[in-house]
DNA sequence: TATCAATGTTTGATGAATCAAACATTGATA
DNA sequence: TATCAATGTTTGATTCATCAAACATTGATA
């Protein structure tokens, strides 16, 4: 039955996305988004917390926080802008370049395993179909 | 390339997750798990707490979170069994009866909407795919 | 020079889930 | 009858995100 199978989709994907979050964390020792956002403060050598705001998708106040227990951890630096003090950047700090190595091997091993027996095709279409029912929610 | 996108695949199934719960509540006025508390409940016309709990998916201190809450909002009424004093039975109440008509027209509305476009087969694909990356999950 | 709108960040509050511990109840067992 | 393991529920604490408000900074404008 129809409205059946559109409520699995919805469940599907409310388990789902719980089973990635927990398994990730479990897996690297580490919450998705607080990766997220090591991520990609590795890939931009200096970034500043509205950048990364947009690239990891959450809030800006999610982003401080973040970043101010990493900081407390001594993965990251945080400096106010010279050129606009409105701006903080944010890099690596060197335990937190040592310490990279190893959760991005981990990141990837998930990421891996997650799509394992996926061919290019296959996740194009997921892709696709995941787009249209976003695509499909604006509409409401 | 390959690791770009079961990223790409990680990151759209975080982001339409968050989609999907906060367009829900802003088209039902209610939480998604809320609301499928109340569906349960409404299609099981009494119920205990640990039979929701597997029904909906979340955790048994949520369960009664939400149902005191509901209780609160005259939604629901709950009752400890007679027959087992650990369980707790849940039933709507006249108000909540009354209510659930509207809710369940919008939840049945956002949830065609969601799939609009979708044909059978493509659902069963699609949830097959879902499928296949949570066993993915289960080896690691 | 003062004022204004916009931008970026920080902090408090809130909602919802999980985790853990505490408590009550049940049925089995010695 | 007392003890035990298992089950169900409740509550406190925690995590993470969003929302809102407050604050600092910037560049434009009068």
Redesign the pocket.
Known sequence: MSHISSEETFKQILDLH?QL??TF?RCTG?????M?VLFHVYHSKEI??????KL??????????????LEGENMVI?R???????????KLSENGRQQIETLNKEREQFLNQMQLGFGEQELKQLSAMLQRIKHNLVQL
Chains 1, 2 share one sequence.
């Open positions: 719980h979050l927990s964390e580490i919450s998705a988004s607080r997220q500043s917390q509205t950048a990364l705001k990891v998708g959450i809030d800006h106040a999610a982003i401080t926080r973040h970043l101010k227990q945080r106010t802008s010279p050129e606009d003090n409105r701006f903080t950047l944010v």
